[in-house]
């Protein structure tokens, strides 16, 4: 076949589920059959066998993050896992081409780690709320008013955001990389909830951005009572980006590989992860005993990614992810200081008994708001 034909029959309109397809894919469909209904298969089976077949043709390496439905995390993905290991993966890899399936500031991560790579992402439109709320001109005025306070900004950021940062973290090494720092107060930037709950385990003090995942701050106190009011002896598990009311319900707060960790070391009878809808489904595929609640609140720019956007980026080596090469050095800085930083997590249970409430900054005037936040100065 020439590579024209080889083009065309690849479209995935002109894709078939035959019997070479289903028995290519029956090592997937094993494992997702738990989560997936039978009906889709069909349907999902033919393109993941063309990506598979076009990965090695590209020597390209596939990272998926937690939040990706099962079809992808476990159908085509080589390298999965939250923002601090899809971070370290892109830093290790060998493969010439990576396709982030992730969102936009997760592919820029692994572009600025690979300068000389080419990476793609699936559809450029996957963007994050939290990275929308910051700016690097934000940052540049936040460093004329706390002259000399360093400054952390959550992976969840622009290339250019992180090209004015001392370190970044994620929510697996946020107090870590706090409490690495050789200074009383730290700018911990963009969200607030993540802010709260570092404040809450260290003694230094937070100065705090008001920045919100559109996905977790969804959750509320009030919904995880009445979860274990149904039944009391359910596990509640919680991501960091969700709000006080919502960690003050939990049984366990951490990123999503540790709560993924939580799962398997505790084996709870039922539980609830509150966090992005995906993850649940994908961790389900390795925990058959346990009963997930799943409260559904999934995140759109995720969704953006599918199979066949996919099977199209590595066809066609689109949507390709540039950094401009002095932004990308100074961010590299910012990124390898945070992966220097050992990891001990912030894993734990409870929240400290007097915790420091994190001094909270709004938007300076000065640029177009993308959050609605409040224009002036502290609010509090
Ligand atoms: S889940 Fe929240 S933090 Fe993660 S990409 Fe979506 S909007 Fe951003």
Redesign the pocket.
């Known amino acids: 076949m020439k590579a024209d034909d080889t083009l065309r029959s690849d479209r995935s309109e002109n894709l078939e589920f035959t019997p070479e397809v289903k028995a290519a894919t029956a090592d997937v469909w094993e494992r997702v059959r738990g989560v997936l209904p039978e009906i889709e298969w069909p349907v999902h089976a033919p393109l993941i066998h063309a990506i598979r077949q076009w990965k090695q043709r590209r020597n390209a390496v596939i990272l998926a993050?937690n939040?990706q439905t099962p079809e992808i995390f476990h159908g085509v993905a080589d390298l999965t896992g939250d923002s601090l290991a899809l971070a370290q993966q892109a830093a290790d890899t060998e493969a010439d081409l990576i396709v982030l399936c992730?969102?936009h500031?997760?592919a820029e991560t692994a572009k600025i780690l690979n300068p000389e790579k080419t990476v793609l992402i699936p559809d450029r439109r996957?963007?994050?709320?939290?990275?929308d709320s910051i700016t690097g001109a934000d940052i540049r005025l936040l460093k004329e008013r706390y002259p000399g306070v360093p400054v952390v900004t959550y992976v969840?950021t622009s290339a250019e955001v992180k090209a004015e940062t001392d370190v970044c973290c994620t929510s697996s090494n946020a107090l870590a990389v706090v409490e690495s720092l050789d200074s009383d107060r730290v700018l911990f930037l963009p969200?607030e909830y993540l802010a709260r709950w570092v404040a809450s385990q260290t003694d230094k003090e937070i100065i705090a951005w008001k920045g919100h995942?559109?996905?977790?701050e969804r959750f509320t106190g009030d919904e995880l009572r009445r979860y274990r009011e149904n039944d009391p002896g359910l596990q509640i598990i919680a991501h960091p980006?969700c709000p006080p009311d919502v960690l003050d319900e939990a049984d366990f707060v951490g990123s999503t590989s540790a709560m993924i960790g939580y799962v398997g070391d505790h084996k709870p009878r039922k539980v609830v992860m509150v966090?992005?809808c995906s993850m649940s489904d994908n961790v389900a595929v390795a925990h058959p005993d346990v009963e997930f609640v799943r409260p559904c609140n999934l995140?759109?720019?995720?969704k953006r990614i599918t199979l066949p956007k996919i099977l199209d980026s590595l066809i066609h080596l689109r949507d390709e992810v540039t950094v401009e090469p002095d932004v990308a050095k100074r961010a590299r800085r910012a990124v390898e200081r945070m992966l220097a930083i050992p990891t001990h997590g912030l894993h734990r249970g409870s929240r400290s008994e007097s915790p420091v409430e994190p001094e909270l900054i709004a938007r300076a005037p000065v640029t177009d708001s993308l959050t609605g936040l409040s224009t002036t100065g502290p609010l509090s």
């Open positions: 993050h939040y992730g969102v500031f997760m996957a963007g994050c709320s939290l990275a969840n969200d995942c559109e996905v977790h980006e966090t992005e995140c759109p720019h995720m």
